[in-house]
Structures are given as C-alpha cells and as structure tokens.
C-alpha cells in the first residue's frame, strides 16, 4: 500500500512539491519503499534448496559408505583382522542417524581403512575409481553442512532489515501526513483523497499473508498441533488485549494441522516476531516479514526436549 501513497502523491506533484521540507520526507519515504522491495525480495528467497541438496549428497553418502563398510567387512573376516573388522563395522540405517560431524567422521574412516587395504581389496569391489567417488561425496557433503544454517542466517538478517525498511517508511509518511495538514482548507479534494489512499495504507491486508510448515529437526517429520503466536515487531499494529488495561498478547495464534502445515489468510504488512512451541520440544522463534501482496513462507524445526 506505500505504492499507493507515493503513486497518489506523484500525481499530485503539483500540490505536494511546493510544501516545506516535503521533497525531503518524499525522498525518504521513495527509498525505503525500494529497500522494503528488496529485502522482501530477499527474505521471500526460497533457502530450501540447500537442505535438498545437502539430503541427497547425505543419501549418496550413506549408501557408497555402508557399501564399502560390507566389502572391508567381509575382508576383516576372511583376513581374520579383528581390528579392521571393528572399526568398519557401520549399517546405513546408524549412518542416516548420526549428527553431521559424527557422519563425516565415520565417512572419511571407512574410506582410510580402505585406502590402506587397497590392493586387497579389489577383488571385494573397492578399487581406485570407487575411492575417488567416495572421497569426493564425502568433500561435497562436508562442503554441504554448514549452507542451510548459513542460508537461514541470511534470510534471518534480511527480515531485519526488512524490518528496518519499514519502520523508515513509516517514519517519512508521518512526516508526510504532517504536511499534508497545510492544505486541508486549501485544498479539500486533494487532502480527502489522500487521506482515503493513506488509510489503506493503516488498514490493508494480504488475502493470503503467511504459509508455513512445522517439522521435527532429526527425523523431517510434520508435526501436528504445534502453536504459533505472532507478535508485532513494534510496526505500529496494535496487539490484541484481553481486557482494557492488561498487557496485550499476541497478535495472532495459530496451530498447525495434521500435516504440519498452517495459513494465515490475513495480516497487515510489517515485521513479526513468531513463536512456536510443542510438547515434548524446545520452543523456536523467528523473524517473519509481511508484504501486501505477496505470500510469506515459514519453515520452522523443533528438536526434542
């Protein structure tokens, strides 16, 4: 709805510019807006793409290690080498469990103990060509770890901004509707119209704010009835209160489906503050940008308490 108010105050240049400091609350208001569009821009990017990556070099791993775990086993045990056959013992499904770091390890284990068993071990299937694409998923997934954490910090920080964007906005068109007070009397029809865009502006609303997906952190899975409480991040909205006088709560709360998913069908544009909590699961909050027009989405992942 800024859009509006600038579109508004643009075709009226000829009313507007002759105004005490407006060029200068007009330029302000201009340029948050353009940071407004491009932080949502980049908080709206989908990260998701970088955990899809990292799950399949994750599965290509598991598979190429508990391969080479079954052919360094049934070496150890023809070579009666206890030892080797202790340390290689691994299953896919102990591989697909264990922690980033714990699978690295593990990866890069099976791969030495092979290396170093090499010539024997060719006639068991592992030769040179099956080291090289070992080692090189295990360079991949290693390389893979940390870019979904890193893709959230990202996004996490544009919301900020974005946040900081709006809060810019706001400050200019205050100032703005300060000015606009000079022309009431003078200029009825103008100081009406205005005054009908700009309250678009306070009221409007997306048809579709927010979509969103809770999952448990290990295991993917969607979690059901888990809450959401929305919080505006001092934005101008009004919170709800229970009763006059008591500290006001949460702006919204919603709780998600049997898939995990939840909608939100309207929200004012600005910065939230959004919580989610479940039984038997540490408590998450995040940052949720929302702009006119335009659909937010929301992945959040609780571990097990």
Known sequence: MYLAVNDYLTSNAAVVNPLPNYSGYAAAFLGAIVQVQTHSEQQMFDKSGLKVHKDQLKETLCMLVSDSSRKLQAYARYANNQLLLSETRFTESELDKAADNVRRDYAQGIYDRAQSNLTALTAYGITAATQAALQHTINGYVSAIPKPRVGRTETKQSTQQLAGAFA?????????????????????????????????????????????????????????????????????????????????????????????????????????????????????????????????QLKMQLSKS
């Open 168 to 296: 810019a906005a706001d400050s200019a068109l205050k100032n703005i509707d300060v000015t606009m007070e000079i022309v009431k009397l003078t200029q009825p029809n103008f100081y009406n119209g205005y005054k009908s865009v700009r309250r678009l502006t306070t009221t409007g609303r997306s048809k579709l704010a927010v979509k969103g997906l809770v999952t448990d952190l290990l295991s993917g899975e969607p979690l059901k009835k888990a809450i959401l409480t929305f919080d505006a991040d001092g934005n101008g909205l009004m919170a709800k209160s229970a009763t006059p006088g008591t500290a006001p709560g949460p702006l919204l709360v919603k709780k998600t489906a049997k898939k995990g998913g939840f909608i939100v069908k309207s929200l004012p544009a600005g910065s939230y503050t959004v919580s989610c909590s479940k039984s038997g699961y540490a408590g998450q909050t995040a940052t949720l940008a929302v702009v006119d027009g335009e659909l937010s």
